[in-house]
């Protein structure tokens, strides 16, 4: 299997695939809460990003496993590699157990949790592609922090969305459904912030 | 601590051992959820096998730490002894969990994922035992894809389950009791994917 | 950045100081459970903890991928650093939903839970102390083990404390509650536990 372009790069393309498969994921979750008409076509949609996702995830662990020599160190692209794919399968698994649940109204914690991650995933995608010029490190490093900062706001968002679910007297099988929904949002924000903290390790290696 | 058998043959004699008390647990819990009858006979039989488990599993880590030369990738040894460990322990916590909550009556529903799950633990433990033998790798890989299938059948039967619990107006303690046994029976088939993926990665190494 | 005290030396420190926010944060989780008065101070208090801890967990991975022989394993030096860090992770995040849920009266079970986890912590910091001194791994050893009795203990109490939580005609609402104030204590009991199986790894590769 000859190949005139160098494995590395090949290893960058694919983290720029994931992360746009991920930033495509968190859009239409945000256009799913925004509107919940045509939810099942939007889930739809989140469905087949996240088989397009899983391929290459796929291709990059067995590229990895066929690779003697590699730009960055192996575990930190197995994490990067993993880190990606959970978080558009986060996405999706909440945007089907929100039609399972028969959600037809959203709530504006949750369209602003979503606006959070759909920031999140935006900023760990400049973060990647700016990983291949080591003259732009900087600026990875400045991105890295902002999804650590969004992450924190979204911790802030998540607390007065539970705090408000159990305010007054609600119907706990509103409880059940909307704290799942509320945490699901929640993981995958902390989520995108591992991918940060993998991109730092880097960093700090190659700095 | 002369030995004549090779180090490595003993590491492919324990994840047999681990894969065996694996299907023991998932027998005993179909067994369990086709007919309470009997519940805590069968749940502390369980108890019994986790236990049993957790001896070979710290052997495998014991032997691992004191091994200079392993037959396969030290990282992919810990994980394969780690998550067979982890489906035998989802099993146990389920079944006991079971007890707590007073369940006397199964959902068909339950008795189908349950059934998964054993068909699962078959599937990885044929893996394993043809994972000795290079000329069999392409049945290790069928095998494999067999437990990938399963645990979309198992994603399919969890968001069925799920939808029906929350239809009528049901008991919304009786919701957070089904919720939890259903996710975890979930849990578990996952945990066996995630065994199909080592081996996977595994084969790739040394296809 | 010459340095006269070698680097093995301050990881050690490290780790030292991160057991003793462990310990801090579980002693103030202790008096938070005991006595609700004055539960914002207090879990704030937590908060300030969680945030030093997180600085010291920041520096320990910084070294580690600035180092180039380290005087354990790189995979255990960050796993400790890790799982000593997800200890107060879990106590903060427990207090800060216990003020959400406006918990206002405690239980004896989680009284006991809480003192469980403190002497987790206790033991891991014995544990983490020694381990500086080759001589005393026997003593290391005994801590862990320790360590694992508690986690069965807490194991048992949590059971019984759910049973407790579904007898009766509980208020839904509550069930969600402390199920999952109960689950997360665990949780921290058991990342306790993970933390002494990391240590035992080290004492084996070097015992």
Request: charged share 30%.
């Amino acid at each position: 299997m000859f190949n005139l372009i160098p494995r590395e790069v090949r290893f960058f393309d694919s983290f720029e695939q994931q992360s746009q498969h991920m930033i495509r994921a968190a859009g239409l979750l945000q256009e799913l809460v925004q509107n919940f008409a045509d939810a099942r076509a939007k889930a739809h949609a989140i469905k087949e990003v996240e088989h397009q996702g899983d391929q290459v995830t796929h291709e990059v662990v067995k590229r990895l496993n066929t690779t003697f020599i590699t730009p960055i160190d192996r575990e930190d692209i197995h994490a990067l590699a993993k880190e990606l794919d959970d978080v558009v399968d986060l996405v999706q698994s909440l945007s089907s157990r929100m039609l399972l649940y028969r959600v037809e109204k959203s709530a504006e914690d949750l369209v602003q949790m979503a606006d959070i991650l759909l920031q999140s995933t935006e900023n760990v995608r400049k973060a990647i592609v700016e990983l291949r010029q080591p003259e732009k490190y900087r600026r990875v490093l400045d991105h890295c922090i902002e999804v650590n900062r969004l992450e924190n706001a979204g911790d802030t968002l998540l607390g007065l969305a539970i705090g408000k679910l159990f305010t007054g007297r609600p119907e706990p099988l509103e409880v059940i459904k909307w704290k799942e929904i509320y945490e699901v949002v929640e993981e995958a924000i902390d989520k995108c912030e591992d991918v940060a903290n993998t991109i730092e390790s880097i960093l700090v290696k190659h700095g």
